[in-house]
């Protein structure tokens, strides 16, 4: 080979591997609204929001809009420059705020602590504004007048086709926290602008994306101060009712977070907070165990007998046995066999899945297999508490025997 061609051949190679870049699937989530939505960082230090390692694997794109604003394309704060980003505090507003950001950053936390991953965040916030901002029949009489309708759309459709070649998405959730500017006629339609403002937006997305917002669910958080005037009220009220009648709409409550002293914004921790309260509605919604019971591997069936976790349910739930599943989802808890989400995986989740294993008609479950588990240190406790649960059990069989004569001969096998 002579060096020329040799050359070559390494740059294919080289281009070849630059330009294998993985496909990604991403969960896209948008969030709009006033100041609480764009996030103050005025009156308080420290203002920022730390560090977590889920916020370099979060992907953000963003453009947030001036509080005078009054045209349309709007004047900014700043943006993303088209580009998908990391996620991080956004361009301030040359006063007292040095930086803005909001609820997602403890929303994009939460969710990547409960393995949740390929996550964008489209953020397109205004400071200050009532609804009529996002109402689409105001922009299209009047783009100035309503302009956040008209930045929101645009801000998405760019969003969405900032990501890379081959890379596609399911919009999973709308979040919206508005109102605290609302004037009385805004209040009085904070329910129907809401609704419309969803339908709008979900149908503009499935035009250029067919079906990608199909699925997507709304988050409403209560808006700061929502009992300090009428307007602020009524606007809370009627977004509750929105969401009371609509399994798609979840509202958050945040009157029990304090404010900054001046009484309107929520501060570093409140903020984190309220993402985290967003991020539990969407992991809550999206990561549900599947309803049978038993399933400690969520493949749709009780079974087992072939020692594979993927298909096997007790030795699915061996793997997990006293796993600490305090804080997972309620999907990562049944997988790690604490069928009753109570925190760990314990003896009561043994008899859940026991008691499945006989509903299903499948092979008995060896309780010795769990004393083989645990390291030598703590067998002993474990034989104790062992023939402390085979006495419950006995005495829970004899209950179901006074029921169900037929399966006291199912009991327990002991090897
Ligand atoms: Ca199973
Ligand atoms: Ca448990």
């Known amino acids: 080979m002579t060096a020329g061609i040799f050359l070559i051949l390494c740059e294919c190679l080289a281009m070849s591997v630059t330009m294998t870049v993985r496909a990604v699937e991403f969960d896209v989530y948008i969030l709009t609204g006033q100041s609480n939505s764009l996030g103050t960082t005025a009156l308080e230090t420290p203002f920022d929001p730390g560090t977590d390692p889920a916020d370099a694997a979060t992907s953000f794109f963003w453009s947030n809009v001036q509080a005078s604003n009054a045209v349309y394309p709007p004047a900014l704060y700043g943006d993303s420059d088209g580009a998908i980003t ?3 505090m956004q361009q301030a507003d ?23 991953s390929d996550i964008l965040v489209i953020k397109v916030s205004r400071g200050g504004g009532g609804n009529g901002y ?4 105001i922009f299209d009489g009047s783009n100035n007048n309503g302009h956040m309708w008209g930045h929101l759309r645009d801000t998405v459709d760019l969003g969405l086709a900032a990501m890379g070649d081959g890379d596609t998405f399911e919009v999973k959730g709308f979040i919206y926290l508005q109102g605290e500017s609302n004037s009385a006629a805004e209040a009085a339609s904070a329910d129907t602008r809401l609704g419309s403002l969803i339908n709008n937006l979900k149908s503009h997305i499935n035009t250029a994306y067919p079906n990608t917002a199909d699925n997507m669910q709304t988050v409403v958080g209560e808006i700061a101060a929502s009992g300090s005037n009428a307007n602020r009220i009524q606007t809370t009220q009627l977004q509750m009712a929105l969401a009371a009648g609509d399994p ?7 009157n029990d977070l304090p404010l900054k002293s001046d009484g309107i914004h929520f501060g570093r921790d409140e903020k984190l907070t309220i993402g985290e ?19 400690v591997n ?40 604490d069928l009753n989400l109570s925190g760990r995986t314990t003896l009561a989740d043994a008899f859940i899945l026991h008691e499945a294993l006989a509903a299903a008609g499948a092979d008995d479950f060896n309780i010795a297999l769990l004393t083989e588990v645990p390291e030598p240190s703590t067998t002993m406790l474990l034989v104790v508490v062992v023939a402390g649960w085979l006495l419950v059990w006995r005495l829970r069989l004899a209950e179901l025997y006074e029921l169900q004569p037929g399966r006291l001969f199912r009991g327990f096998r002991i090897s």
């Open 134 to 137: 996002w109402d689409k029949t």
């Open 298 to 337: 969520q493949d749709g069936l009780v079974s087992t007998g072939t020692g594979n976790p993927a298909d096997d349910d007790v030795t699915a739930f061996i793997a997990g046995w006293q796993t600490d599943t305090v804080g997972l989802t309620d999907l990562q808890k049944t997988l790690s066999g």
């Open 94 to 116: 040359g006063g007292a705020n040095s930086n803005f950001w909001g609820p997602e950053f403890g929303m994009a936390r939460t969710m990547s602590g409960a393995g949740l």
């Open 248 to 254: 798609d709409i979840t509202f958050v409550t945040t």
């Open 277 to 295: 309260r967003f991020a539990n509605v969407f992991i809550g919604l999206s990561e549900q165990p599947n309803g049978v019971i038993g399933d």
């Open 86 to 88: 990391a996620l991080q």
